[in-house]
Each structure stands twice: as C-alpha cells, then as structure tokens.
C-alpha cells in the first residue's frame, strides 16, 4: 500500500526537484531571503517594511537554448519570480516574515505545476501537479487573510 502524502509535502518536494534542475546555472546567491552573498538584507527603516531591491538572477544561462524544450524557458520564467519576489526585508516578527516570504513561494510551485499541466505528460505528476495548484491557492488565501487581520500587507 502506498502511503499518503500531503499536498504541501509534495508540493514542497516538487517544488525543490524543480529549482534545483532549472536553477542550477544559478550558483552562487544567497538563501531565500538573503542578499547576494548571503548577507542579511537591512532592517526596515521608519518602521514600514519596504521591498529589497530585485533579486538578480539569469543572464545568458537563462537564455533558451536552440532546440531547448518550451518548458525549460517556463520553470526558468518561473524560478527567477519566485526568486525575486521571496528576496523581502524581514521585520524581525517571525510568524510575519514566514507567511510574507512563503506567499510567492507557494506562487512559485502554483506556476511551475501549471508548466507541468502544460507541457507534462506522466499522468501521477499531472495530478501532483493539480493538487499543489488547489493546496498552494488556498494556503495564499489563507495566509492573505491572516495577514490582514494581523495589520500586515
């Protein structure tokens, strides 16, 4: 008997599987979160968070290589937002800073499961694929509202 994995898990493990192979010409920056390098990003001034500045990524190994499957050029569109929308100023507040830097990183595993329904022909994947898109939209929502009643944007 196969034993059942949660969504997120699998949309975690997916998501990972995903970064790791279409990023992998991307070496060398900093966790999520940090800046280049690995150097913390500033603490807010004024007590209003305001977003770091874009994270760099691509360069001519984002380019698609002739004869380049379509959704290479996809997951690597996909990758390099969800990169550069998790690269946020935290406020020092971990509940705040785990749901702001998680709400574009579940965008990301939504975008990279719409690749996959795309383009993706294995029919277990097509339907991990589903699953992360229904989970991952409802923990957004989630997370959006919890937001909101926390006075956070």
């Known amino acids: 008997m196969t034993p059942h994995i949660p969504a997120a898990v699998l ?3 997916f998501l990972l599987a995903v970064t790791v192979t279409a990023g992998a010409q991307q070496r060398g920056h900093g966790h999520h979160g940090q800046g280049h390098h690995g150097q913390a990003a500033p603490a807010p001034q004024g007590g209003s968070a305001t977003p770091a500045a874009p994270h760099q990524h691509g360069g001519a190994a984002s380019a698609p290589a002739a004869g380049e499957h379509p959704s290479v050029e996809a997951f690597r569109a996909a990758n390099s937002r969800m990169h550069r929308d998790m690269d946020i100023r935290f406020f020092g507040n971990a509940d705040v800073d785990f749901v702001r830097g998680m709400i574009p990183h579940h965008q990301g595993a939504i975008d990279m499961a719409k690749v996959v329904l795309e383009h ?6 097509r339907k991990w694929a589903a699953d992360i898109i229904r ?3 409802r923990e ?12 956070q944007r």
């Open 135 to 137: 989970e991952q939209e």
């Open 140 to 151: 957004i929502a989630e997370m959006r509202a919890w937001l909101a009643r926390n006075g």
């Open 11 to 13: 949309g975690g493990a």
């Open 120 to 125: 993706g022909k294995d029919e277990q994947v």
